[in-house]
């Protein structure tokens, strides 16, 4: 379990919060995007990973650091300093990308090289509703199945294309993972109180 600050829901919150405030206020001179109201089902997961599982995430990762062990003082200096949507940490084995499905292909190779090495390490790769229906993430969850790597895609579904309702973006009621019984994909749903970017008020950079 890497939650060794053992971070609860709320406490999750204040960090976002003091984030939503720096970026309000104009001390962030780059974009950002929060989450809420997912706290619980991360926690839930984070529970199963371990400090030398590698994770990677979208521009949605500030969470997911916190909970892999990287210090509240660098993941929001990270943050201040405009590298919100890119927040890396290689030492904690966190890589996360703002490009949509930028992480799938690299989470998909870490993963089969801990196979071929015969590592005891999982991938634990987080990506969005929206790229979830993409063709690069088809593929790799496919990939992954038939070769049975040790990797799990876990689909955080806010139902949200950028500003557009997922679901109305690609016509259908349900999207490709939606009761995919498969030991490689977990997925949960949750609706944020924050925009897709920023924090509610209008910020000139």
Known sequence: MTNEAKWNVQQLRNFEEK??????????????????????????????IEKRDW???SWRSHYHCLLKG?????????ILNGKSIA?????YRVFSSAIVGG???IALGVALSIKLMNQDVHVWCFIGDTTAETGIASSCQRYASNHNLPITFVVEDNNQ?????????????????????????ITYEYKSKFPHAGAGK???F
């Open 19 to 48: 984030v939503a405030q720096a970026f309000n206020s104009g001390k962030i001179l780059a974009p950002v995007h929060l989450t809420s109201d997912n706290e619980s089902s991360l926690l839930a997961i984070f529970e199963k």
């Open 55 to 57: 994770i990677f995430c």
């Open 70 to 78: 990287v210090p509240e003082d660098l993941v929001m200096s990270s």
């Open 87 to 91: 927040l890396c940490f290689p030492e």
């Open 103 to 105: 992480t799938l292909p």
């Open 161 to 185: 294309s950028v500003c557009t309702n997922t679901r109305e973006v690609w016509n259908t009621q349900f999207l490709s993972f939606s009761n995919q019984f498969s030991d490689k994909v």
């Open 202 to 204: 209008r910020v000139q």
